[in-house]
């Protein structure tokens, strides 16, 4: 339940490039001029993963990134109230 709402969440098409004979789609990437870089993969099924995967990982470094937070400010571990 919650793949698919990640994926219906994504904000890049998914589409069949016929030339590549592979799947494709865009990930934010806030490295890059055009702040997104493109992946494929050769079914849709793994690149339905690596984005599901890509945002998870997202989610984590947010999370991680609250409880340094809260840490640096001196609370308890008890007081963190994750996303």
């Known amino acids: ?17 016929e030339s590549e004979k592979s799947w494709r789609t865009y990930l934010p990437d806030e490295t890059k001029p055009n702040k997104r870089r493109p992946v494929k993969r050769k079914s849709k099924e793994n690149l339905e993963k690596e984005i599901i995967r890509f945002y998870i990982e997202k989610l984590k470094a947010v999370r991680m990134s609250h409880w340094k937070n809260y840490m640096l400010n001196g609370f308890c571990i008890k007081e963190i109230i994750l996303p």
């Open 1 to 17: 339940m919650a793949n698919k709402k990640i994926l219906e969440n994504h904000k890049y098409e998914i589409y069949y490039s």
